[in-house]
């Protein structure tokens, strides 16, 4: 059975992650309102890579940016060997990266404790033990990337998935996304209360 | 382009996204404040637009089946991802008088609306899609 009670095909291969009593305690009591989304903050790995809106991939002998046009994020890898420190905390955490052959990988902590940090459809949280390790590499036009996820807070396992990107129309530029707060919460209002 | 290719400029790549496989659902989980089981029609003149993201808003004064003013709030998809599909701002220019059909929201009272396909009164279909927004 897929996550939604429909019935899976013969091919599925289930990669759905595998929640602690801890992630299905908060799942349980998670309140859709709650979700930060509703007052633009942004969203983080895994679930910003599979938003469906465009990203921008520049290279510097030093660092990878990797710009989304969702929420205007920007997440910079640093190529330099660098360590995380408690400074380095925030919504994206802090990518450190490298590449091997022709792959680019790109491990990522430091991220603050996000309650659908994992995922915000399903209310699965995040802690800051959330570690995001992607591997980019491209596959004649298309750029794949195999996320994992480990969160030993949440996730009695690593969670992973792969994804492919495909080009932009030639010339596109990264429109701004500016999150709008009212446009963002107007739908809350819509959704039968689970508290008083 | 070889990843590990790296040029005296930087090398700028826009990538599009199209998801192949995804272990959890998509970002947006409007199946919490809307029934998509149902439908739901409305005819009204638009008063106010947000034209906004993560998503556009519609909003109708129309009356309800005894005759009282009521405000339909119709939720639509980022304006960025609307505009690349066609949209424009006079489509939904307020002061037009505009039918929607689409699935109604599930808070007892509320009168918002998703998924909606908009045309004129005399049904002549409104946007891109034959007046169906692009979700996103």
Redesign the interface.
């Known amino acids: 059975m897929l996550?939604?009670g429909t019935r899976a095909d013969e091919h599925y291969v289930s990669?759905?992650?595998v929640l602690n009593e801890r992630a299905l305690a908060y799942q349980k009591v998670f309140d859709?309102p709650l979700?930060p989304?509703y007052d633009?903050q942004p969203?983080t790995p895994p679930?910003i890579?599979?938003?469906?809106?465009?990203?921008?991939?520049?290279?510097?002998?030093d660092r990878v940016l990797i710009r989304y046009?969702k929420d205007d994020q920007l997440r910079t890898v640093w190529l330099d060997g660098r360590t995380p420190s408690p400074h380095d905390y925030g919504v994206q955490g802090l990518s450190v990266g490298r590449?091997e052959g022709?792959?680019?990988i790109v491990e990522t902590t430091h991220f603050v404790f996000d309650i659908t940090g994992?995922?915000?459809?399903?209310g699965?949280p995040s802690s800051q033990l959330k570690k995001v390790t992607e591997k980019?590499?491209?596959d004649g036009n298309e750029?794949k990337v195999t996320v994992t996820v480990e969160d030993p807070m949440f996730l009695r396992k690593p969670?992973?998935?792969?994804?492919?990107?495909?080009?932009?129309?030639k010339g596109?530029?990264?429109?701004?996304?500016?999150?709008?707060e009212?446009?963002?919460r107007?739908?809350?209002?819509?959704?039968?209360?689970k508290y008083k | 382009m070889n990843v590990r290719r790296i040029g005296a400029a930087a090398a700028v790549v826009a990538i599009g996204l199209l998801v192949k496989v995804a272990p959890v659902a998509a970002h947006h989980s409007a199946a919490e404040a809307y029934d998509s089981t149902k439908k739901v029609e409305a005819q009204g003149t638009i008063t106010r637009v947000l034209l906004k993201n993560p998503h556009s808003w519609v909003f109708m004064e129309a009356t309800d089946e005894n005759g009282q003013k009521i405000e339909w709030q119709v939720e639509m998809g980022a304006w960025s991802g609307m505009v690349q599909q066609g949209w424009t701002k006079e489509m939904l220019a307020p002061g037009t008088v505009v039918k929607a059909a689409g699935a109604p929201s599930r808070a007892p009272g509320s009168h918002g609306m998703t998924m909606a396909k908009f045309s004129k009164p005399d049904g002549t279909p409104i946007g891109p899609n034959s007046g169906q927004y692009g979700a996103q």
Request: hydrophobic content about 35%.
């Open positions: 996550p939604d990669n759905f992650p859709e979700s989304k633009c969203a679930a890579e599979y938003d469906p809106y465009y990203q921008e991939i520049v290279q510097w002998p046009e590449y022709n792959a680019l994992f995922d915000d459809y399903n699965i980019y590499w491209r750029l969670a992973s998935y792969t994804a492919r990107y495909l080009p932009a129309p596109y530029k990264l429109q701004p996304f500016e999150c709008d009212e446009a963002a107007i739908s809350t209002q819509f959704i039968p209360p």
